[in-house]
Each structure stands twice: as C-alpha cells, then as structure tokens.
C-alpha cells in the first residue's frame, strides 16, 4: 500500500448555511489526495497526459461520519491498495484529529486520448514495483 496525506482546511465558500462543509468540496478534495499520492510517488497527471493517458473518473462514492466545518484543520489522507491495472481504485479518509470525519472512494480508468482503455504507463507500473510486485507466472 502506497499512502499520502495532506493538510486541508475548509474555506468560508466551501460551506453551507449550517456551517458544514458542503458535499460538493470534497470532490475538488479528492482531487487533491490523487494529485498529491502519484507526485509523492513520482508522477504526476502532467506526465500522464503528456504520454497520451487520461484518467478519468468512472466511480466516486463518500461517507459522512462527522461534518466537517470553516477553518477546521483537517487531514487528507489517500491510499493505494493494490496494483492498478486498466483501472486504479484509491481509497480516502478525512480525519479531525483522531476522529475520521468522511471515507471515500474513487475508481478512475486508464484511457488514451481515442478514450480506449489501456494499461497503465510501463514506467508508472516500474516505480510501483517495490510495493506492488508482478504476479508470477505461477500466481497468474
């Protein structure tokens, strides 16, 4: 498993008229999880679009345990489980303290620029190697 974590810290825009982070920012959030996982392991979306991938997003799924609020100094941390294939699955908590606020969920796909699923990047797949090995033959 391959993990980032990142401040976050709600703004006043990004709130609704109770004063609890709207549903709707924890997308952009999400976003910032995946950005930061590939760039803390050595790619990023740049790379992948400059090498003719896309990766869009075919699943988003969120669970609200506690509200989050304005200006509440918050942890976002973003996982890899497993090794992606066509599609990569990252999983994400968002936590106040030692008190896990909302899980999420996303599945994205690995497309070129015709919008065909492909694999992912050979040189994305080698700097995952050390976490995520190929399955041998005999594992296959």
Request: charged residues 25%.
């Amino acid at each position: 498993m391959i993990t980032a974590r990142v401040p976050v810290t709600p703004r006043y825009a990004e709130t609704d008229q109770m004063g609890f982070v709207s549903e709707a920012s924890y997308l952009p959030w999400l976003e910032i999880g995946r950005s930061a996982l590939l760039k803390q392991h050595g790619f990023d979306y740049r790379q992948f679009e400059a090498m003719g991938y896309w990766l869009p997003v075919l699943e988003v799924a969120l669970t609200f345990h506690h509200p989050a609020c304005y200006d509440d100094e918050l942890w976002l941390v973003t996982k890899m489980g497993s090794r992606p294939s066509f599609r990569i699955r990252l999983e994400y908590e968002i936590w106040r303290g030692d008190l896990l606020l909302t899980s999420a969920h996303t599945i994205q796909a690995f497309v070129n620029r015709s919008l065909r699923p492909v694999k992912p990047p050979p040189e994305f797949l080698a700097k995952l190697e050390h976490v995520f090995p190929r399955p041998s033959r005999t594992e296959i």
